[in-house]
């Protein structure tokens, strides 16, 4: 499975962005798939996390309530709508495909990782 993650740019503070990932086989409906994010000199971090029909999310607490994660599995792909954005947002963000139906919040859950977006904000 190859992973295509888009939508990432440079926003003030406060604003939104929002991510796509999009996958390049079917079986990407039948696993829950998660977003990470790596800061400079930080360590890779769990951000958010969708089950494989969308029935279960999963929120780090520093962005739960600011962000939404969404899929549609009849595009194999998965959004990440990121409101009111502050600049310890910034990072590169990555989405991964699960070894199984669920949103798991750990990264040795994840079998496929996409290439990452830079998401970049300014105060």
């Known amino acids: 499975v190859q992973l295509q993650a888009c939508g990432g740019g440079l926003v003030q503070s406060g604003c939104f962005l929002s991510l796509s990932c999009a996958a390049s086989?079917?079986?990407?409906?039948?696993?829950?798939v998660g977003w990470f994010r790596r800061a400079p000199g930080k360590e890779r971090e769990f951000v958010a996390s969708i089950s494989w029909n969308g029935g279960f999310t999963s929120y780090s607490d520093a962005v739960k309530g600011r962000f939404t994660i969404s899929r549609d599995n009849a595009r194999n792909t998965v959004f990440l709508r990121m409101n009111s954005l502050k600049t310890e947002d910034t990072a590169v963000y990555y989405c991964?495909?699960?070894?199984?139906?669920?949103?798991?919040?750990?990264?040795?859950?994840?079998?496929?990782w996409g290439q990452g977006t830079q998401v970049t904000v300014s105060s």
């Open positions: 086989r079917r079986t990407f409906s039948n696993n829950g």
């Open positions: 991964a495909v699960a070894l199984k139906s669920i949103a798991p919040v750990v990264p040795s859950e994840y079998r496929y």
